[in-house]
């Protein structure tokens, strides 16, 4: 497939996340920031955020979702802006378009697929937000959708608070979903010609994954019986993080075969009851095997414990820091790198799936850019001369 362009009315993570994945695959990404207004530091706010590196519009926070990209500056507050931005979407022949700003700012920006897709049928239009059209002065961020969705009373300590998840999770889920989307929507028009409008809700998108959870409510479970559970499984037992010798390591024992396995170990071989014999069973003396294998498990180092299960064809893993967990074999080789602008090599996460161009020493991506550096190159490839920026920055329509 040929690369495509995009242009994308980006800030904060999620939308930057979705639009990265298109990164990835060689397409073309522009990002379309503010001008800057009042005392307000100029562009996406991600730029300021974490440590500072090379350059003090490219703090930390902000290289990793936006390597291979390039971007502009542009004021849709002013008609003429908007004038800019149908011009680029049409001279630069861009399929799709993305925003992440909200709902009820996208006709006033000039940025509601009605009118982009005016003069560009084929284009393919995502709007993503809190919680969709419907909702349209609603803001999110990944805590809060977090905390509505029902994500922090499903983590952390039974007898604890409710935790957020260790990553964003659902900033990189619903950028999943747009990606999802754009790439459905690039089939539907290989058959029909026509473009789409796509409106994903950052809610909605985080739901999805109560797959395991919603049925519960009206399949026999208590209310508190579907709360946050620690490290333990809800179902399966024993499934839990238990102490070494020298760390922690994760079991998974699945069902009954697999109980059978790690009984068979000479060790382990004491946890054997008739009741045990079945996963049901043993959900009724969960705490009771935990603990007896606590008392097993550390006394042994990590790395030999997990050896011996999976000899065993057992699931068991040690609980890594992130540095162990890149340096992992199947991973290693899989990051992406980039290069600051003072030649420091940086290590990017992998593609969530391994892509062929990129086994051909494709694995780094140009640095993240800074704000508003590829405007004036990418005004004249629309077609716009030396004199027509210099009107533009003067009154304010670019920076």
């Given at each position: 497939?040929?690369?495509?362009?995009?242009?994308?009315?980006?800030?904060?993570?999620?939308?930057?996340?979705?639009?990265?994945?298109?990164?990835?695959?060689?397409?073309?990404?522009?990002?379309?920031?503010?001008?800057?207004?009042?005392?307000?530091?100029?562009?996406?706010?991600?730029?300021?955020?974490?440590?500072?590196?090379?350059?003090?519009?490219?703090?930390?926070?902000?290289?990793?979702?936006?390597?291979?990209?390039?971007?502009?500056?542009?004021?849709?507050?002013?008609?003429?802006?908007?004038?800019?931005?149908?011009?680029?979407?049409?001279?630069?022949?861009?399929?799709?378009?993305?925003?992440?700003?909200?709902?009820?700012?996208?006709?006033?920006?000039?940025?509601?697929?009605?009118?982009?897709?005016?003069?560009?049928?084929?284009?393919?239009?995502?709007?993503?937000?809190?919680?969709?059209?419907?909702?349209?002065?609603?803001?999110?961020?990944?805590?809060?959708?977090?905390?509505?969705?029902?994500?922090?009373?499903?983590?952390?300590?039974?007898?604890?608070?409710?935790?957020?998840?260790?990553?964003?999770?659902?900033?990189?889920?619903?950028?999943?979903?747009?990606?999802?989307?754009?790439c459905l929507a690039l089939a539907e028009k290989?058959?029909?010609?026509?473009?789409?409008?796509?409106?994903?809700?950052?809610?909605?998108?985080?739901?999805?994954?109560?797959?395991?959870?919603?049925?519960?409510?009206?399949?026999?479970?208590?209310?508190?019986?579907?709360?946050?559970?620690?490290?333990?499984?809800?179902?399966?037992?024993?499934?839990?993080?238990?102490?070494?010798?020298?760390?922690?390591?994760?079991?998974?024992?699945?069902?009954?075969?697999?109980?059978?396995?790690?009984?068979?170990?000479?060790?382990?071989?004491?946890?054997?009851?008739?009741?045990?014999?079945?996963?049901?069973?043993?959900?009724?003396?969960?705490?009771?095997?935990?603990?007896?294998?606590?008392?097993?498990?550390?006394?042994?180092?990590?790395?030999?414990?997990?050896?011996?299960?999976?000899?065993?064809?057992?699931?068991?893993?040690?609980?890594?820091?992130?540095?162990?967990?890149?340096?992992?074999?199947?991973?290693?080789?899989?990051?992406?790198?980039t290069k600051s602008s003072t030649g420091r090599?940086?290590?990017?996460?992998?593609?969530?799936?391994?892509?062929?161009?990129?086994?051909?020493?494709?694995?780094?991506?140009?640095?993240?850019?800074?704000?508003?550096?590829?405007?004036?190159?990418?005004?004249?490839?629309?077609?716009?001369?030396?004199?027509?920026?210099?009107?533009?920055?003067?009154?304010?329509?670019?920076?």
């Amino acid at each position: 497939m040929k690369p495509l362009t995009i242009i994308s009315l980006e800030q904060a993570l999620s939308l930057s996340y979705a639009t990265q994945r298109f990164a990835h695959l060689g397409w073309r990404v522009i990002r379309l920031e503010a001008t800057p207004s009042g005392d307000r530091l100029p562009g996406d706010p991600n730029r300021y955020v974490g440590k500072a590196t090379d350059d003090p519009d490219r703090r930390a926070y902000f290289v990793g979702p936006n390597a291979g990209k390039e971007s502009i500056s542009l004021n849709l507050k002013k008609p003429a802006g908007q004038a800019v931005l149908r011009r680029l979407i049409s001279n630069l022949s861009v399929d799709i378009f993305a925003c992440n700003t909200l709902p009820r700012r996208y006709a006033e920006l000039g940025i509601d697929y009605e009118l982009l897709s005016r003069d560009n049928p084929g284009l393919i239009w995502v709007g993503l937000s809190a919680m969709g059209p419907e909702f349209p002065d609603t803001p999110g961020y990944d805590p809060a959708i977090q905390a509505l969705a029902g994500y922090m009373d499903l983590t952390g300590d039974a007898d604890g608070p409710p935790t957020l998840c260790g990553v964003p999770f659902v900033d990189l889920k619903a950028g999943d979903e747009v990606y999802a989307a754009v790439c459905l929507a690039l089939a539907e028009k290989a058959q029909t010609g026509r473009g789409k409008r796509i409106d994903v809700s950052m809610l909605q998108a985080a739901a999805s994954w109560l797959v395991t959870t919603i049925p519960l409510l009206d399949l026999g479970y208590e209310q508190q019986d579907i709360r946050r559970n620690g490290n333990e499984h809800r179902e399966f037992v024993p499934v839990n993080a238990y102490p070494t010798e020298d760390g922690f390591i994760y079991i998974a024992i699945g069902n009954d075969v697999q109980w059978l396995r790690l009984l068979s170990i000479e060790t382990f071989a004491g946890l054997n009851t008739s009741k045990r014999e079945t996963n049901e069973g043993r959900r009724t003396e969960r705490a009771a095997i935990h603990e007896e294998l606590r008392a097993i498990t550390q006394t042994f180092k990590t790395q030999p414990l997990v050896d011996l299960l999976a000899g065993k064809g057992l699931v068991a893993a040690p609980i890594h820091t992130v540095p162990q967990a890149i340096e992992h074999a199947s991973i290693r080789d899989k990051l992406l790198e980039t290069k600051s602008s003072t030649g420091r090599s940086v290590r990017l996460a992998p593609p969530s799936v391994e892509l062929s161009h990129l086994a051909e020493g494709g694995r780094r991506l140009s640095y993240a850019p800074r704000y508003g550096q590829h405007t004036h190159a990418v005004l004249e490839q629309a077609g716009y001369c030396a004199n027509e920026i210099t009107d533009l920055l003067n009154d304010g329509t670019i920076a």
